[in-house]
């Protein structure tokens, strides 16, 4: 779960720098999906969901490393959204599972309480970017107020996660 909570971690805190035409991200996001399709293969022997999750992030970190052109870019902005949402599902889907499993509670309830909303706001956003409202820039803020949430419940799982017998990988019990 760690590299999935830095993973998220990079993606939202990213910073944004232009120089001329250039624009650099530090860290890339490209790094943040790498980062979560590491974490969802090593916690892909808990639950076939983190298993499923792991094409979303590879073509999230291939579409973020390409860094669409202008002319795209709204096309790429809703393809990415919606298939962060997806790896977002797959992975609350997973924590779900093993807490079912191991009978403990790592806050699976609320992640996915925390995703409904995003998924509500993520479609407010789509509306009024199209239609170019001038109050985007609230629905904006608020959006990276829900992914601070969001991030704060994945930490929580981190940490409910970490030191668990059961967290241990086929490799470490070989």
């Not at 120089?19 to 890339?28: A, E």
């Not at 929580?156 to 030191?163: A, F, H, L, R």
């Amino acid at each position: 779960m760690g590299y999935i909570f830095w993973g998220y971690f990079c993606i939202l805190f990213s910073l944004h720098f232009t120089i001329g035409s250039i624009q650099l991200d530090l860290p890339p996001d490209f790094l943040g999906y790498i980062l979560i399709f590491a974490g969802l293969r090593q916690m892909s022997f808990q639950s076939y969901f983190f298993q499923r999750g792991k094409p979303f992030a590879v073509i999230l970190a291939v579409l973020s490393f390409l860094q669409a052109p202008i002319s795209i870019f709204e096309l790429s902005v809703l393809i990415g959204t919606i298939l962060l949402l997806l790896l977002d599902d797959k992975m609350i889907r997973g924590i779900c599972e093993i807490e079912e499993k191991q009978q403990i509670a790592l806050g699976g309830k609320t992640l996915r309480t925390v995703w409904n909303v995003k998924v509500i706001f993520s479609v407010c956003m789509v509306i009024l970017w199209v239609a170019h409202s001038a109050i985007i820039s609230v629905a904006l803020i608020t959006m990276v107020m829900i992914q601070i949430v969001f991030l704060v419940y994945i930490y929580k799982v981190k940490k409910g996660c970490e030191g668990q017998p059961w967290m241990n990988t086929k490799e470490e019990k070989e």
